[in-house]
């Protein structure tokens, strides 16, 4: 039985690593040297293009207990990283070329993996894991397409930031719906006019994140998400646009002042449990730093953690939720599996995670083996479960955050103790799950 992984960026590689060590055969089919995408220049495997950080390194940080689930999971990419890693503080981060090259020199010396140079464009027969990432090819993009259907494949991403709910002011944001109809479903965080003021003039003054060459091909047709359109662009047509927009009072009254507000930004749940929020409307191409200071002049948000900032650039991914199960198994046909960020996680470490999950799924399948669920309290779960189910308000991308998992049974008011003990649960209901398999 042979398994066809297409693309060696770090989805693909983690896969094919996962199965060829449980003695699958393996064909990687990786187009460069001979065609490279808009973003990548180096020859080797696994590169890292926008940053050489695979973020914090605690463990009682997000980024931290997803990297240390995938070290019990026999990740090559940890292996590559502790092998290159550079100095930089709290972060692990690495040597680009030499972390490339790592990965390419364990791949290629394999036994059970056979590298396959050149372009893939249609998605072949048998068994395969589809892990070529936010710039697939149009060529491919088109063959994904036919498969799930026009409708459940994007090519731009247009997010608006996500929040904690435990770091917002309660005692500023109140819960309502428009004229009381339904539930409470929102919280609402009213502005008189000088705040609506001093937010508007720092918005329109903010600077906006460049776009890479990449982003802008094809720009005369690009078209975002659901054709949301950049706050701050919104803001720019003149003072009062928002208000009769995103911002709009109507139908709500502040109970604090028994009036309405000047304006109000709405915050929609991300997840069924409520413990994270999106900023309603507030899709956004400014600089991270800038959406922090800016958005952080909202009343109630003063305090705020974002768990993701505002997106808008060109990514190609699947509606997951409805296609993909938590293997990142394609539900209407079992052969084929998906990977990477066209999964709908986000970041380099998220990315090679789930590429370590479809293979070790796929691995245990054609091994006999049952499939192992992570469970939901694990980084890794949690993820896998966000791409199989997603969020009331629609799905966009997520990398790891503490958001995503369950809370703890009992309250732990300080941060970093809570973080803590939500890791160790993770990590022991990790253990639990494999010795189980």
């Known amino acids: 039985m042979t398994v066809k992984v297409i693309g060696a960026g770090l989805a693909g590689c983690e896969a094919a690593w996962q199965l060829a060590n449980s003695g699958i055969s393996v064909e990687l089919y990786e187009m460069k040297p001979q065609k490279y995408t808009p973003a990548h220049k180096y020859k080797g495997y696994a590169e890292l293009v926008c940053s050489n950080s695979l973020k914090a ?24 990283a502790q092998a290159t890693k550079v100095s930089a503080g709290g ?49 491919l993009s088109h063959s994904i397409q036919e498969l799930v259907g026009q409708k459940y494949l994007y090519f731009h991403d247009a997010a608006a930031p996500i929040v904690t709910a435990d770091s917002l002011d309660r005692s500023l944001v109140f819960e309502a719906s428009r004229y009381d109809r339904g539930e409470a479903d929102y919280l609402n965080c009213p502005m008189n006019k000088e705040e609506y ?92 730093g800038e959406q922090k200071r800016v958005f952080s002049l909202i009343p109630g948000l003063g305090e705020a953690e974002f768990v993701r900032y505002g997106v808008m650039h060109r990514n190609t991914y699947l509606n997951s939720p409805g296609i993909l199960d938590r293997h990142f198994c394609l539900i209407e046909d079992r052969r084929i599996y998906f990977a990477g960020q066209m ?20 691995s245990r399948r054609l091994n006999g083996l049952s499939e192992i669920t992570l469970p939901g309290n694990t980084m890794l779960g949690a993820l896998s479960e966000y791409v199989e189910k ?40 990790l253990d639990e799950a494999l010795s189980r398999g």
């Open 57 to 80: 390194e605690r463990l009682e940080s997000a980024a931290g207990l997803l990297k240390e689930e995938m070290r019990r999971l026999g990740s090559l990419t940890m292996q590559a």
């Open 91 to 139: 972060a692990l981060a690495v040597s680009r070329e030499e972390f490339s090259d790592f990965v390419t020199k364990k791949i290629t010396s394999h036994p059970n993996i056979k590298v396959i140079c050149g372009e893939v464009t249609d998605i072949p027969d048998g068994y395969v894991v589809i892990a070529t990432g936010p710039l697939t090819s149009d060529a």
């Open 197 to 288: 003021l001093e937010f508007y003039n720092q918005l329109v003054a903010a600077e906006s994140a460049p776009l890479h060459e990449f982003e802008l091909e094809g720009s005369k047709d690009f078209k975002v998400y659901e054709g949301c359109m950049p706050i701050e662009v919104l803001a720019r047509r003149g003072e009062d646009t928002m208000r009769f927009g995103p911002l709009k009072p109507v139908g709500l009254i502040d109970p604090r002042t028994g009036r309405r507000p000047y304006a109000v930004v709405q915050l929609r749940k991300e997840n069924n449990e409520g413990t994270l929020y999106n900023l309603v409307g507030f899709q956004t191409n400014l600089r991270f």
């Open 343 to 362: 999964t709908g996680v986000e970041g380099y470490i998220e990315s090679a995670a789930s590429g370590i999950y479809a293979g070790m799924s796929l």
């Open 390 to 429: 997603g969020s009331p308000s629609g799905f966009q991308p997520m990398g790891s955050n503490m958001g995503i998992l369950p809370e703890l049974p009992e309250r732990i008011r300080n941060k970093q103790e809570k973080y803590a003990a939500i890791s160790q649960r993770a990590l022991l209901s």
